[in-house]
């Protein structure tokens, strides 16, 4: 069974930055794309970012483009969310996770990926 744990959420202000890490259980972790999404209060969950198994293709939401940066430490198992420049809107649940074939391209619809994490939460205020 694959787990995979979220952190590094909390509180900040507008214009800040947060790393968000998240922590895969499982000696395949190097094979698979992985993905953020984020979900707001009465919102659908929304693709944030991908990452490709081998690291060099990242995906971006046009919302966060320029602002956030994924990256992964395949030798740790661990995938990163490197945000910068926080909004208001940023404000949600982030969650990690899994695409559902070794070696396939990163997708940004939910349904390319079969397991998540349990989500970090990220509060932007003013």
């Known amino acids: 069974q694959v787990q995979l744990v979220e952190s590094g959420g909390g509180l900040v202000q507008t214009g800040g930055s947060l790393r968000l890490s998240c922590a895969a259980s499982?000696?395949?972790?190097?094979?698979?794309?992985m993905g953020w999404f984020r979900q707001a209060p009465g919102k659908e969950r929304e693709f944030v970012a991908a990452i490709s198994w081998r690291g060099d293709s990242t995906y971006y939401a046009d919302s966060v483009k320029g602002r956030f940066t994924i990256s992964r430490n395949n030798a740790k198992n661990t995938v990163f969310l490197q945000m910068n420049s926080l909004e208001l809107e940023d404000t949600a649940v982030y969650y990690c996770a899994r695409r559902r074939q070794p070696a396939m391209v990163p997708t940004t619809t939910k349904e390319g990926y079969n397991y998540w994490g349990q989500g970090t939460q990220v509060t932007v205020s003013s």
């Open positions: 499982g000696r395949t972790f190097s094979t698979y794309a």
